[in-house]
């Protein structure tokens, strides 16, 4: 499972209780329960305060590391973002996060970290930071015009799926459309589905959802995949797997779930409709790393390079989660990441006071 939009579960999930749990709907009160206390505490942290750890972002590894940071009583600041929780709050049911049998919501699952890095005295911040300074310590964090000041930096910030930026596409995340095979292919025992995209990313969650749905149908707008040979050659031999080559997606259908979807050929401008019941969307991941560009050492796709456990370019910041995984991709090894960089935070703190 990752810590993704639709980075929502994997799940063992019988057909016959698969429609009734991936169209739960998605709880959003828990963040109404508390903003009126996160603006209390915006306003009343003063500019000159500086915190132990600062944590950008407030997703499974954001929260993670607020939790053992706070615990080892270092003043732990988390500026979560104006939508917090990451991934997590816009997925339904999660199935594959250790320790609960029965699964858990997403947001359930996130309000949770929150509360209990709260406990140990962590603050939160529930805006989008605006800029930083890696420059010389303390580092600065600025959130519009409020500036913090900290001792050391975890960048959390994730990564977010590309999307094919259609108005029901948005509409339907949860309801059918997703990204994460891993998370999501066992609701769909038996059912059918369309994966967009050409690449190594799609063949796998095509190859992962085949194990789950009973046809799993490729569509992407070239003549040629751009995955790996032998990717394409597992996918090829795969019986449920088939190709919708030179061909778009332009809209997808239904009102309370995903029901069909609109094709569009690229060379023939011939339009056509095709009956599923989910969409999985692997076109790529962008990594949140806008606000670190020039500041900290990134890769060509601009994923945070980390070396010696979660340690960045910049002695003293430190990354952890789907910021700079492009493997794994799950909220449990995003938790792990976070859990490594607050302990690595935490000696470089005790070496460094």
Same mark, same amino acid.
């Given at each position: 499972?990752?810590s993704k939009a639709?980075?929502?579960?994997?799940?063992t999930t019988?057909?016959s209780?698969?429609?009734?749990?991936?169209?739960?709907?998605?709880?959003?009160?828990?963040?109404k329960?508390?903003?009126a206390?996160?603006?209390?505490?915006?306003?009343?942290?003063?500019?000159?305060?500086?915190?132990d750890?600062?944590?950008?972002?407030s997703g499974?590894?954001g929260?993670? $590391?607020? /939790?053992?940071?706070?615990?080892?009583n270092?003043?732990?600041l988390?500026i979560?973002g104006?939508?917090?929780?990451?991934?997590l709050?816009?997925?339904?049911e999660v199935?594959n996060f250790s320790?609960?049998?029965?699964g858990?919501l997403?947001?359930?699952l996130?309000?949770?970290? #929150?509360?209990q890095?709260?406990r140990? *005295?962590a603050e939160l911040?529930?805006?989008?930071?605006?800029s930083?300074?890696?420059?010389?310590?303390?580092?600065?964090?600025?959130?519009?015009?409020q500036?913090? =000041?900290?001792?050391a +930096?975890?960048?959390a910030?994730?990564? $977010?799926? &590309?999307?094919?930026?259609?108005?029901?596409?948005?509409?339907l +995340? *949860?309801?059918g459309?997703a990204s994460c095979?891993?998370?999501?292919?066992a609701?769909?025992?038996?059912?059918?589905v369309?994966?967009?995209?050409?690449?190594?990313?799609?063949?796998?969650?095509?190859?992962? !959802?085949?194990k789950f749905?009973s046809?799993v149908?490729v569509?992407?707008r070239?003549? =040629?995949?751009?995955?790996t #040979?032998? /990717?394409?050659e597992r996918?090829?031999?795969n019986?449920? /797997?088939s190709f919708i080559?030179?061909?778009?997606?332009?809209?997808i259908?239904g =009102?309370?779930r995903v029901?069909?979807?609109r094709?569009?050929?690229? &060379?023939?401008?011939?339009?056509s409709e095709? =009956?599923?019941?989910?969409?999985?969307?692997a076109i790529g991941?962008?990594?949140n790393?806008?606000?670190?560009?020039?500041?900290?050492? !990134?890769?060509?796709?601009?994923?945070?390079l980390? #070396?010696?456990?979660?340690?960045?370019s910049?002695?003293?910041v430190f990354?952890?989660?789907?910021?700079?995984?492009?493997?794994y991709r799950q909220?449990?090894?995003?938790?792990?990441? *976070?859990?490594?960089a607050?302990?690595?935070?935490? &000696?470089?703190?005790?070496?460094?006071?």
């Amino acid at each position: 499972m990752r810590s993704k939009a639709a980075r929502s579960p994997s799940h063992t999930t019988s057909p016959s209780k698969m429609s009734l749990k991936f169209d739960t709907p998605i709880r959003r009160d828990s963040r109404k329960r508390h903003n009126a206390g996160v603006r209390r505490l915006r306003l009343g942290l003063a500019n000159e305060a500086v915190y132990d750890v600062v944590i950008v972002g407030s997703g499974p590894a954001g929260l993670t $590391s607020a /939790i053992y940071t706070s615990r080892a009583n270092f003043k732990t600041l988390v500026i979560g973002g104006a939508l917090w929780g990451g991934q997590l709050v816009l997925t339904s049911e999660v199935e594959n996060f250790s320790g609960f049998p029965e699964g858990v919501l997403g947001p359930d699952l996130m309000d949770d970290m #929150r509360r209990q890095a709260e406990r140990f *005295g962590a603050e939160l911040i529930f805006e989008d930071a605006t800029s930083v300074n890696l420059s010389s310590r303390p580092f600065k964090v600025s959130v519009r015009n409020q500036t913090y =000041q900290a001792k050391a +930096i975890i960048v959390a910030t994730g990564a $977010s799926p &590309r999307w094919l930026g259609l108005e029901s596409e948005a509409r339907l +995340i *949860g309801k059918g459309v997703a990204s994460c095979a891993t998370c999501d292919a066992a609701f769909f025992q038996g059912k059918k589905v369309v994966v967009v995209g050409g690449g190594d990313t799609a063949l796998d969650e095509a190859l992962t !959802l085949a194990k789950f749905a009973s046809e799993v149908k490729v569509v992407h707008r070239r003549s =040629q995949l751009r995955a790996t #040979r032998i /990717i394409q050659e597992r996918a090829f031999k795969n019986e449920k /797997i088939s190709f919708i080559l030179d061909t778009e997606v332009k809209d997808i259908l239904g =009102q309370e779930r995903v029901e069909r979807v609109r094709l569009k050929n690229v &060379r023939t401008s011939e339009e056509s409709e095709l =009956q599923t019941d989910g969409v999985f969307i692997a076109i790529g991941q962008e990594p949140n790393t806008k606000l670190f560009e020039g500041k900290i050492e !990134l890769d060509e796709k601009g994923y945070v390079l980390v #070396r010696d456990g979660s340690k960045t370019s910049v002695e003293g910041v430190f990354a952890a989660g789907d910021v700079q995984d492009l493997r794994y991709r799950q909220a449990i090894t995003a938790a792990g990441e *976070g859990c490594k960089a607050a302990l690595d935070a935490g &000696r470089y703190l005790e070496e460094h006071p």
